[in-house]
């Protein structure tokens, strides 16, 4: 339904003429009522994917497919169209709600700006109805922002993303600033609107757990590139990157009884996207680097059905000397 | 162990509304403990009447803070900028709120010593140690960047190397890691827990995810509401929470190893607010296991736990802890230090 095909993204350096790769090649793809898990880290491209594939921002190449139109050359009330079947869940909606509006106001804006729900009376009617699809009572239409909840906020912010009925929500890092109860919540209840309303989801986050809880299938991503990508199960208990086998021994493991100390599992911090390191991009952090690492960067190739590794050491290993 | 670090009944309000409720602990030296709660739950600003640091219209309105036997409640804004530092220093979850944007990071983590005292050339000399310890490469270039100029993580190496400039007995880390990457959280924990080792430092770690610190705590304090509701060795609290509050907190951490496609466990309901007036247990309008005695409001006691932990079904989400064989006799001696603000025993809900 949703196709990604060979998305780059450069930006120019601010007070220079050299360009920062965010992203270099990225293809994805998304059937309905699926949800693709995307992990990565500050500098992985993640949020510059998101923005990409709701058409916040244009390509420099590449092309992203909603059921077979191309957005990337829509314009004008055929892009607004399309538009409304995918839409983005911040991090933090408060940042994106505004805050000298009630709640009622910032829902029945939305109906309105699409011609949705016909007149004031039905989008009266529409708007409790959202509020209830999202588990809020619907007297909080007469609320500000800041009189929410932080978990509140959120499903205000989701009940705004569903107004348009859209197919696709991409979801850039939705639990990550709530309590770990409050996550709980909002996890079961993308859960369910994921059920009931046949929706897919592009769910984007740093937190390894959460991507583990929801996603069908699971792309990693590192350096504006997908470094392993397939079904959920194979890429996160089985993982054959280096980078993944290391974002998965830093997630805190909640036992008291183990009795070794917290050891770093990856040394260093991800390199600047406008000066990245030559092969592959893993290669200066990378425990089984070699001297192929350092010159060729390693394509993404099948290692096993429904599982895909860019690593020159993955996939020898895994095909032995024919 | 003489207590490093003693709350008595300790009150804080902004206005008339009390936010912290009375909050007592001891904290013996070289102890390291985790104070676990959500949003509001009163554990920041507790933390922060230590270090002195409220602001209008916050104020501590009740009870005491001591400290390495001083006295803190009272004390005069010059006595408090001596004790932060030499005695307790705190590091925070966004650097940049403690980060002067306008000073080189070498100056600032000079400026801790120097305002201690400490003479320049020596400071600067610790400085470039002090640098070179929390992982910064190249410290006698990067000590000339500004705070902009460091990713994330390398603004939290900064702090921590400024908390510790003085060698203070007690450090306060409140969420350091929460605005990190995964893989940067897990550099930074271990570094601050080498450091903790290495200088025998008193730690308290202020977190609202249990998970994150299991495996660095001997003990942890749960707060719900501004009180403290259970405080317990870690690997009971793991292995058999006392506390219905603490059991639905560590059930809704999704479990790392199961196929877990099910739902997370929940705690219905919202903590009160500051300007509620709450009767009873604080817990009780969200507790499933509510009896009519919850409406009045329950102490923090000591519980000696009649079965040993290890018999005792873990609370659900997998976050099970398997006690060391033989570990029993040492758990049922840790249980003498368990304390408990909840009516209902275990025994009838797990």
């Known amino acids: 339904m949703l196709r990604a095909t060979n998305l780059t993204k450069q930006y120019p350096v601010r007070g220079g003429d050299g360009v920062v790769q965010a992203l270099a090649g990225v293809s994805l793809e998304l059937a309905e009522g699926e949800t693709l898990g995307i992990v990565g880290e500050s500098g992985s491209g993640k949020s510059t994917l ?46 994106s709600l505004n805050p000298r509006q009630r709640i009622g106001a910032i829902l029945g804006e939305v109906l309105a700006v699409h011609r949705l729900a016909g007149d004031a009376r039905g989008r009266q009617r529409r708007v409790g109805e959202l509020l209830d699809l999202v588990g809020l009572d619907p007297r909080l239409t007469q609320r500000y922002p800041h009189e929410l909840s932080g978990g509140q906020r959120q499903r205000v912010g989701i009940a705004r993303a569903l107004a348009v009925e859209p197919k696709v929500l991409l979801l850039d890092e939705p639990v990550s600033a709530l309590d770990v109860s409050v996550r709980a919540e909002i996890m079961n209840l993308l859960d369910d609107l994921r059920r009931d309303l046949r929706l897919a989801y592009v769910f984007i986050s740093h937190d390894v757990s959460m991507v583990r809880h929801i996603s069908d299938r699971v792309a990693v991503m590192y350096l504006g590139r997908i470094v392993e990508q397939g079904d959920w199960k194979s890429v996160l208990d089985d993982s054959a990157h280096p980078y993944t086998v290391a974002l998965g021994a830093a997630v805190p493991v909640p036992d008291p009884s183990l009795a070794e100390p917290i050891q770093a599992t990856v040394v260093g911090e991800v390199p600047d996207p406008a000066n990245p390191p030559s092969g592959c991009p893993f290669h200066p952090r990378c425990p089984l680097a070699e001297d192929v690492c350092l010159s060729t960067d390693p394509k993404l190739l099948p290692l096993r059905p429904n599982h895909n590794v860019a690593c020159h050491v993955a996939i020898r290993a895994a095909v032995p000397a024919a | 162990m003489s207590d490093l670090l003693e709350l008595e009944d300790l009150r804080v309000s902004a206005g008339p509304h009390e936010i912290v409720r009375g909050v007592d602990l001891a904290v013996p030296a070289g102890q390291t403990v985790a104070v676990v709660g959500e949003s509001g739950s009163g554990k920041s600003l507790t933390m922060l009447s230590v270090m002195g640091l409220l602001s209008p219209p916050l104020r501590v309105s009740g009870g005491h803070v001591r400290l390495a036997g001083w006295e803190l409640t009272g004390l005069h804004e010059r006595q408090l900028r001596e004790i932060r530092g030499n005695e307790v ?37 610790r400085m470039l140690d002090l640098l070179a310890r929390v992982g910064i490469p190249d410290p006698r270039r990067t000590a000339r960047a500004y705070p902009h100029e460091f990713s994330g993580g390398m603004r939290q190496r900064v702090m921590i190397a400024s908390a ?4 203070p007995k007690l450090l306060i880390a409140d969420e350091p890691t929460t605005a990190l990457d995964v893989t940067i ?24 995810d249990l998970g994150v610190v299991a495996r660095l705590v001997d003990r942890v304090v749960v707060m719900y509401a501004g009180h403290v509701v259970e405080d317990a060795p870690v690997r009971q609290v793991f292995a058999a929470p006392q506390h219905p509050y603490t059991a639905s907190l560590l059930a809704s951490l999704p479990d790392p190893n199961s196929d877990g496609r ?26 499933a296991q509510a009896r009519d005695i919850c409406a009045v409001r329950p102490e923090l006691l000591p519980r000696t736990l009649p079965v040993s932990p290890t018999a005792a079904p873990a609370a659900a989400g997998g976050a099970v802890a398997e006690p060391a064989a033989g570990g029993g006799a040492a758990v049922a001696v840790e249980a003498a230090t368990t304390r408990v603000a909840c009516h209902v025993p275990p025994a009838e809900w797990r």
Request: net charge positive; aromatic share 4%.
């Open chain 2, 164 to 167: 510790l400039a003085m060698r």
């Open chain 2, 185 to 208: 959280q897990q550099q930074i924990l271990a570094l601050v827990d080498e450091l903790r080792q290495e200088l025998g430092m008193t730690t308290i770690w202020v977190t609202h």
């Open chain 2, 89 to 125: 220093a705190m590091i925070y979850q966004d650097p940049m709120t403690s980060l002067n944007p306008l000073m080189r990071v070498g100056e600032q983590v000079m400026e801790a010593m120097t305002a201690h005292g400490v003479a320049k050339a020596q400071a600067r000399e």
């Open chain 1, 50 to 95: 998101a923005k990409l594939l709701v058409r916040l921002e244009d390509p420099t190449s590449g092309t992203v497919e909603l059921d077979g139109v191309d957005l990337t050359t829509l314009r004008g009330g055929a892009l607004r169209e399309q538009r409304r079947r995918i839409q983005m869940l911040f991090q933090d909606p408060y940042s």
């Open chain 2, 262 to 287: 099910g739902r997370l466990a929940t705690i219905p309901g919202r903590p009160p607010t500051s300007t509620q007036t709450i009767t009873g247990c604080p817990f009780r309008p969200r507790c």
